[in-house]
């Protein structure tokens, strides 16, 4: 690969965002309601390929539970608000009317609090109840203490979710989380992530995972390039690991991992270009924050923006643009890509000639950035 010299002691390839890249339509163009967008990981099936972020600007237990319903896949944050006070909608209203330069410090203390195990199962009893796959994601550093708990409350999805993630962290302070030995002892498929390349992908799916997510610091409510210099575009960084899952696919004698991009994905034209690099499905924060009903109140923010150390993201005004199931189906009100984002997906599958998801990963691709007006 062709790689560009930065100066004469470094060089560095170059990589793509979804604003580099567009879709090319084929010969052949299809009814836009003959078009299948839906997908399955391990023995769940969905109508859309949508997975909530989890993130308390994004998904509430009755969130999670109407995007079910909708056919999409919820994610609760288990080290959220919603796991660390009984009611926490008076605490998220405050969020909502934070002044910005207090925001982060504030954000902090109500984030202090501690996460109470009872509460764990109780949101996840919650949406189980309601009869749509439970799915609850932990970062790295909390699974080994709060695992048991979730698996308990009968989750069906179990997502370990950081800002980058990797199969062989390296700590002299305490014994890091075995993720291979870990996956392997659980009797629920795990969905893993953050992962931005190729190396690190591959070595993600012979943990056993299920599923991979991609991205890092790459989201609306991110600081991450700002604050660490690191940063992955996602066109290239979703390439990167689809040709992970390849090369695992005949490593392992045929088990398919599934790509999720999660990060940068922001309107319909972004999941569009995501499926077209390889992914299976998106992870969606901001594109759902954006909903009248969410309960961010038109503000977005990640467990990065109240980190108690280096916050890396910020509390972001998204607006609310129409409710959840607008936003996904429509009728779209706005030319923007915000709302009827599966109709968007499933034209552009149609214009350019493929019938599902797993077609349109062959759709051709092309450089070409893209130049505001």
Known sequence: MTEIEIGRGKRGRRAYSFDDIAVVPSRRTRDPEEVSVAWQIDAYHFDIPVIAA???????????IALGRLGGLPVLDLEGLWTRYEDPTALLEEISGLDPDLATSRMQEIYSADIQPEL?????RQVREAGVTVAGALSPQRTQQL???VVDAGVDLFVIRGTTVSAEHVSGRAEPLNLKRFIYEL???????GAASYTAALHLMRTGAAGVLVGFGGGAAHTTRRTLGIHAPMASAIADVAAARRDYLDESGGRYVHVIADGGVGSSGDIVKAVACGADAVMLGAALARATDAPGRGYHWGPEAHHPQLPRGERVGVGGVAPL??????PGRLADGTT???GALK?????TGYSDLKEFQRVEVVVAPYQRS
Do not use: H, Q, Y
């Not at 989890?54 to 999670?64: K, L």
């Not at 764990?120 to 996840?124: C, S, V």
């Not at 009797?187 to 992530?193: A, E, H, I, T």
């Not at 199931?325 to 429509?330: A, Q, S, T």
């Open 325 to 330: 199931e607008e936003i996904l189906f429509g």
């Open 340 to 342: 009827n984002i599966v």
């Open 187 to 193: 009797d629920v498929p795990v969905v893993v992530g």
């Open 147 to 149: 695992w048991k708990t």
């Open 120 to 124: 764990i199962t109780e949101r996840l």
């Open 54 to 64: 989890p993130m308390d600007s994004v998904m509430s237990p009755d969130t999670a």
């Open 347 to 351: 034209r552009a599958m149609a214009t």
